[in-house]
């Protein structure tokens, strides 16, 4: 048994250096928006920023002022109110005839065979006139000199997509608990360095900033390929890859914020419709996601007070290195990095959400979303 626990534990804390070593190399040698050139007007093409809203009233105003107030010469905003029904609709159209930069859309029926954000997104595409898309979110911050830096690091690098990765708001323990691990699970699972690299198969894309030139999007099939994925914003990055297209992604720091999901409570629920779907809504692979959490960090941190000799040893640096994985995700959080020692607090709250999704999924045969109901059958013949 000796043996065993001295095998095991040496397998997960190697895993884990493994892990540790390709976070080292890739994190650092991504491109950076703060690093970037802004261009000057003369060469700053055309830019349409598109995004979906639905009963955002609460949120819209704060972001739209962000949209609305950038430093860049020629660009365009097309918003789609998602069959609102709150204050959505007259927020966009107050704005509006304010500024002729922006363009409001009213969806009022979701034809069969779309998802409410896809379609929403594909009618503000057929209304755009940007050589250049930027897809966000309504409740997305941005910078004033986002928009020329973010096409200077594009243009510079010859990437015809960009995704940014920048600051989530989070606060309260639970909240931060929860993101420190999601911030490790998605550095680990996406490896967002890798997008860039043409030999690699890894791809990424966020829903608060992705910028794609036009072009591009037209040859991937735009939101018509992604009418039935719930995990759209991903997808577009995955497209793009496939494609034989050259992308990227880089950090942008305090230039993209989102508040994601107001308390734990909130987060867990929101994320109730797409957590199973990052499985392909295929069981088996979650159940793998789960039992990978689960032996990669809340089983070395219970098993350590019951071990002794090689298999204490080595389970001690199965605890040691994703903490100090976890310290820089808190640090990029702006979350106390003390925080750090919950990480096994928050892969359980993780598992959770992958449980619950899984499980409520299976139980109501599909999900709901923006109000409507889409069944299982219908969502796994629609994944890209």
């Known amino acids: 048994m000796h043996i065993f626990w001295t095998a095991l534990f040496g397998a997960i804390a190697l895993l884990w250096i493994f892990e540790s070593i390709a976070l080292v190399r890739g994190v650092p040698s991504m491109a950076s928006l703060a690093n970037a050139d802004p261009l000057p007007d003369a060469r700053c093409p055309a830019v349409s920023i598109l995004f979906a809203a639905r009963d955002e009233a609460e949120k819209l105003p704060g972001a739209l002022a962000t949209f609305l107030a950038l430093d860049y010469p ?11 029904e709150d204050g959505t609709g007259a927020i966009l159209e107050a ?4 500024d002729r930069r922006l363009k409001r859309v009213r969806i ?33 911050h941005f910078s004033r000199d986002l928009l020329r830096r973010a096409l200077g690091l594009a243009l510079a690098r010859e990437w015809v997509h960009l995704t940014l990765l920048g600051v989530v708001e989070v606060f309260g323990a639970g909240e931060r608990m929860a993101m420190i691990f999601f911030g ?4 680990i699972g996406t490896r967002p360095w890798s997008a860039s690299d043409s030999e690699s198969s890894g791809y990424n894309g966020v829903g608060a900033f992705q910028l794609i030139r036009r072009s591009t999007y037209e040859a991937i099939g735009t939101h018509k390929r992604l009418a039935m994925e719930v995990v759209d914003d991903m997808k577009i990055g995955k497209l793009v890859k496939e494609g034989g297209f050259r992308s990227g992604a880089a950090t942008a720091g305090d230039s993209v914020r989102v508040r994601w999901h107001a ?19 295929k069981l088996g692979v979650t159940c ?6 689960l032996a990669m960090c809340v089983f070395p941190a219970a098993a350590l007070a019951f071990l002794h000799s ?43 959400m992958l449980a619950r999704s899984t499980i409520v999924t299976l139980w109501q045969g599909g999900i709901v979303w923006r109000g409507t109901f889409y069944p299982l059958e219908e969502l796994r013949k629609g994944v890209v």
Do not use: C
């Not at 954000?117 to 997305?140: C, I, M, N």
């Not at 793998?288 to 959490?293: D, E, K, R, S, T």
């Open 95 to 98: 704005a509006a005839n304010l």
């Open 74 to 84: 020629r660009y365009e905003v097309i918003a789609v109110d998602d069959r609102s």
């Open 288 to 293: 793998a996601q789960i039992f990978g959490v």
């Open 108 to 140: 009022d029926t979701l034809p069969a065979g779309w998802l409410g954000k896809p379609h929403a997104l594909e009618q503000a595409y057929e209304r755009s006139s940007g050589e250049w898309l930027v897809f966000t979110d309504a409740d997305v």
């Open 310 to 352: 090689w298999p204490r040893a080595f389970d001690a640096i199965a605890v040691l290195v994703p903490l100090i994985v976890a310290g820089g995700v808190a640090r990029q959080l702006r979350a106390p990095v003390f925080l750090a020692v919950t990480y096994p607090v928050g892969g359980l709250i993780f598992v959770w």
């Open 184 to 187: 490790m699970a998605f550095a």
């Open 263 to 281: 308390g734990l409570r909130n987060m867990i629920r929101g994320t109730t419709k797409n957590f199973f779907a990052t499985s392909g809504f």
